[in-house]
């Protein structure tokens, strides 16, 4: 079981274990790179409250040091979010870069972590690569994105890099459990997080679960080459997506309040603006590898192989070619990679879905 700063992380035991090896004699810079809503953030800023750990992370239970990291409030820990809603400015980088040399306040060293590096302008990474490229002994930056290519080469090659994959399903389901979820509830929200503990801590007490997979397993047997069914169907998909956002606006909402100032306020609610975008292209991604996972379900239950969807009647499998079936599987693929280079998700799915073989 992990313990210390790495309490309560869910899965990537490789990761931890190599990240805990590296506490006392830390490389310069970290590149965490991984799947949106997998853990890499969260396990971006344990390892930050490793690094400032008073005993050096190798306590049993959290600190008052590992505490403050938790919360933001170290004074060797310098958080570096976008200013705004998209991107993180070359003002940013500079102030970065000032700060930089500047002695810890407590001890040893001072951490700079960039949950949403892969925003970085490329003025602003251009201003940090110097300070990155020669950094001092004391200053550790960890930059978080889901891609090397998010950043330019010249930042990724002077990193070492860390790479997460999804977690089993048989670990999130654990976890879920661990936390009072009902197994049945606990199944559901590890099927449709597809490796995401992120995704799957805001699902597992969600009414709307088995309703979002079961619309996505419909699609097969209700697309049509029609420009207009295509974007009804495309709208449906959309809208299913916002109940299963209720967790994440609920907690947001209880981070709002009144007493914080303007400027907090304002930076605080396009954190919250940026983070539900994230969860929505999260699930939207989900929702197209639930319908990858029915078309490749179709050949493989047509040649006798395995099947992931054991709810789905064998002969609405049976209604569609295993050629056609292996193609529509590879589009939907490639609108995952649409997705994630911002393209409108109703555009995307539009043209998904009018361009799908249909099941007849």
Same mark, same amino acid.
């Given at each position: 079981?992990?313990? =210390?700063?790495?309490? /309560?992380?869910?899965? +990537?035991?490789?990761?931890?274990? %190599?990240? @805990?090896?590296?506490?006392?004699?830390?490389? +310069?810079?970290?590149?965490?790179? =991984?799947?949106?809503?997998?853990? #890499?953030?969260?396990?971006?800023?344990?390892?930050?409250?490793?690094?400032?750990?008073?005993?050096?992370?190798? +306590?049993?239970?959290?600190?008052?040091?590992?505490?403050?990291?938790?919360?933001?409030?170290?004074?060797?820990?310098?958080?570096?979010?976008?200013?705004?809603?998209?991107?993180?400015?070359?003002? &940013?980088?500079?102030?970065?870069?000032?700060?930089?040399?500047? *002695?810890?306040?407590?001890?040893?060293?001072?951490?700079?972590?960039?949950?949403? *590096?892969?925003?970085?302008?490329? &003025?602003? *990474?251009?201003? %940090?690569? #110097?300070?990155?490229?020669?950094?001092?002994?004391?200053?550790?930056?960890?930059?978080?994105?889901?891609?090397?290519?998010?950043?330019?080469?010249?930042?990724?090659?002077?990193?070492?890099?860390?790479?997460?994959?999804?977690?089993?399903?048989?670990?999130?389901?654990?976890?879920?459990?661990?936390? /009072?979820?009902?197994?049945?509830?606990? =199944?559901?929200?590890?099927?449709?997080?597809?490796?995401?503990?992120?995704?799957?801590?805001?699902?597992?007490?969600?009414?709307?679960?088995?309703?979002?997979?079961?619309?996505?397993?419909?699609?097969?047997?209700?697309?049509?080459?029609?420009?207009? @069914?295509?974007?009804?169907?495309?709208?449906?998909?959309? @809208?299913?997506?916002?109940?299963?956002?209720?967790?994440?606006?609920?907690?947001?909402? =209880?981070?709002?309040?009144?007493?914080?100032?303007?400027?907090?306020?304002?930076?605080?609610?396009?954190? +919250?603006?940026?983070?539900?975008?994230?969860? #929505?292209?999260?699930?939207?991604?989900?929702?197209?590898?639930?319908?990858?996972?029915?078309?490749?379900? *179709?050949?493989?239950?047509?040649?006798?192989?395995?099947?992931?969807?054991?709810?789905?009647?064998?002969?609405?499998?049976?209604?569609?070619?295993?050629?056609?079936?292996?193609?529509?599987? @590879?589009?939907?693929?490639?609108?995952?990679?649409?997705?994630?280079?911002? &393209?409108?998700?109703?555009?995307?799915?539009?043209?998904?879905?009018?361009?799908?073989?249909?099941?007849?």
């Amino acid at each position: 079981m992990v313990r =210390g700063p790495f309490e /309560g992380v869910i899965g +990537h035991e490789r990761v931890v274990g %190599l990240l @805990e090896r590296e506490v006392t004699s830390p490389a +310069h810079a970290y590149l965490f790179a =991984g799947p949106s809503k997998v853990g #890499k953030a969260t396990v971006a800023h344990r390892f930050a409250a490793a690094l400032l750990c008073e005993h050096g992370g190798t +306590h049993d239970l959290p600190c008052s040091s590992c505490r403050r990291s938790y919360s933001g409030n170290h004074p060797d820990l310098i958080l570096v979010e976008p200013d705004g809603r998209t991107a993180l400015s070359v003002e &940013q980088a500079r102030a970065t870069v000032a700060q930089a040399p500047m *002695a810890p306040v407590e001890g040893k060293r001072k951490v700079f972590v960039f949950d949403e *590096a892969g925003s970085m302008s490329e &003025q602003a *990474a251009s201003a %940090l690569l #110097k300070t990155i490229e020669e950094p001092t002994p004391s200053t550790v930056f960890l930059l978080v994105v889901e891609s090397e290519d998010d950043l330019p080469a010249t930042i990724g090659s002077r990193c070492r890099t860390v790479q997460f994959g999804r977690v089993r399903e048989a670990v999130l389901i654990a976890a879920l459990e661990s936390q /009072g979820v009902t197994a049945e509830q606990a =199944g559901e929200a590890a099927r449709i997080a597809g490796g995401r503990p992120g995704l799957a801590l805001g699902l597992a007490t969600n009414k709307d679960l088995a309703t979002y997979r079961d619309l996505w397993l419909s699609v097969p047997v209700r697309v049509s080459p029609h420009p207009g @069914e295509a974007f009804r169907l495309a709208d449906e998909v959309l @809208e299913a997506a916002e109940p299963l956002l209720e967790a994440l606006d609920a907690r947001q909402t =209880g981070e709002v309040s009144d007493d914080l100032p303007a400027s907090r306020l304002r930076a605080l609610r396009e954190r +919250h603006e940026r983070d539900r975008r994230r969860e #929505k292209r999260a699930l939207h991604v989900t929702g197209l590898e639930i319908l990858a996972s029915w078309y490749a379900d *179709a050949a493989s239950a047509q040649y006798g192989g395995p099947v992931r969807n054991r709810d789905i009647p064998a002969a609405t499998l049976a209604m569609i070619r295993p050629a056609a079936a292996v193609a529509n599987a @590879e589009r939907v693929l490639n609108a995952v990679t649409e997705l994630q280079a911002n &393209q409108r998700p109703q555009l995307v799915f539009a043209t998904l879905f009018a361009e799908l073989t249909p099941a007849t």
